[in-house]
């Protein structure tokens, strides 16, 4: 589906419903533009890039797990390398 954008004395498009509707954005959410070879770009919805890396917190927590210290973990990291 190709659809035709107009440039504003600004430099600025604004993309119509269909192709929000298409890359499931709503107002006020964002895209990202990837600037491709050839003169050509990507558009993508920004909530289907890699997520912040602050919301990757307590990802690996799991019930009735005990913490580790930072120290048991350089322990267990060298004793790996050390074949032990």
Not at 27 to 32: D, R
């Amino acid at each position: 589906m190709a659809v035709e954008l107009s440039v504003t004395a600004k430099g600025q498009i604004t993309l119509k419903r269909s192709v929000l509707d298409h890359l499931g954005v709503r107002p006020g959410q964002k895209v990202g533009v990837t600037l491709l070879p050839n003169g050509r770009v990507e558009i993508i919805a920004a909530h289907d890039r890699a997520p912040k890396l602050s919301s990757l917190r307590g990802i690996l927590k799991r019930s009735g797990q005990r913490v580790v210290s930072l120290e048991e973990m350089q322990d267990a990291i060298e004793a790996g390398a050390n074949g032990e």
